[in-house]
């Protein structure tokens, strides 16, 4: 299959309105993931701002984040930074955890001009709002290693019972968009049973891809525990940003995604991730 870039572009309103502005001169917002995951996130941006141009990239060649070391991920996450920057985007979501753990501070200082946005897992809200003292964190090894959860889990979870947990396969999962095959269930329940048994009454998600699984995560909880996606919070602070850097918005937006993995697989699990996408898809060479 073909390992070109796909970009996918669709309009976000009714394009028969102008636009008083270029798209050069509105600016765009960029997201980047390794992988689908970050499409959560995508998911809750463009509900927040749906008049804004927005740039996806993921970065399949190199999925899954978890594993690799953080120099790496800094240089993996510094080479799409520059690649979205050329896109005019002056607002950069780092929608993975593993990438914001590793890079964001990292991307800050290489990037001064541009604002970034990252991702940190809910410990916070979920140490407020947790009865029975026990919270869980679900990530991969990269952002359970990194300098930003330990912070977090220091000034927030220190007289709470925290437990932490790495599953190994949801990533690979949602990749190829398996998100509800009896496997993929079996595969949450032997995460989640043993937390609910434990008496965790708090689950934070800490990695983009596992919003995706949160409705078989609640089915399998039945009410004993509140699942925290941070999506929502990141698409409130990229509104706050982008009033900030005055982004204008438009009723010609376009939303457009690239992948440095396989074209087809990308185009066919983004399908079922978001359903309601009504994308055209076009594709250009590395």
């Not at 927030?156 to 947990?165: H, K, N």
């Not at 934070?204 to 609640?218: D, Q, R, S, V």
Request: hydrophobic letters at 40%.
């Amino acid at each position: 299959m073909s390992r070109a870039r796909a970009s996918i572009v669709r309009n976000a309103t009714n394009t028969s309105l102008p636009s008083p502005l270029s798209q050069w001169e509105r600016g765009r917002i960029g997201l980047f993931d390794s992988g689908v995951g970050g499409l959560s996130v995508w998911r809750a941006v463009t509900r927040e701002l749906p008049d804004y141009d927005l740039v996806y990239f993921a970065d399949q060649k190199y999925c899954p984040y978890g594993s690799r070391p953080p120099q790496e991920i800094r240089a993996l996450s510094s080479r799409i930074a520059k690649f979205l920057i050329e896109q005019n985007c002056r607002v950069i979501v780092v929608a993975c955890n593993t990438a914001s753990a590793a890079a964001l501070y990292f991307l800050r200082e290489t990037f001064p001009d541009v604002s970034f946005v990252g991702m940190e897992p809910a410990v916070k809200p979920a140490a407020s709002a947790t009865r029975s003292g026990k919270i869980a964190v679900l990530a991969t090894r990269g952002t359970l290693d990194g300098e930003l959860f330990g912070n977090t889990r220091e000034e927030f979870a220190r007289e709470i019972q925290l437990f932490t947990v790495y599953p190994t396969d949801w990533v690979e999962r949602v990749e190829r968009g398996d998100i509800d095959s009896p496997e993929t269930f079996s595969s949450v329940r032997a995460v989640i049973q043993p937390l609910l048994d434990a008496g965790v009454d708090e689950i934070a998600l800490g990695c983009t891809h596992y919003p995706f699984l949160a409705p078989l995560i609640e089915k399998i909880a039945d009410g004993r525990a509140t699942i925290l996606d941070p999506s929502d919070a990141v698409a409130k602070q990229t509104v706050r940003v982008v009033a900030a850097r005055d982004l204008s918005s438009s009723r010609s937006a376009t939303q457009t995604f690239y992948t440095s993995g396989d074209v087809s697989e990308f185009t066919r699990v983004s399908r079922k991730l978001l359903p309601a996408q009504d994308a055209q898809f076009n594709f250009s060479p590395l």
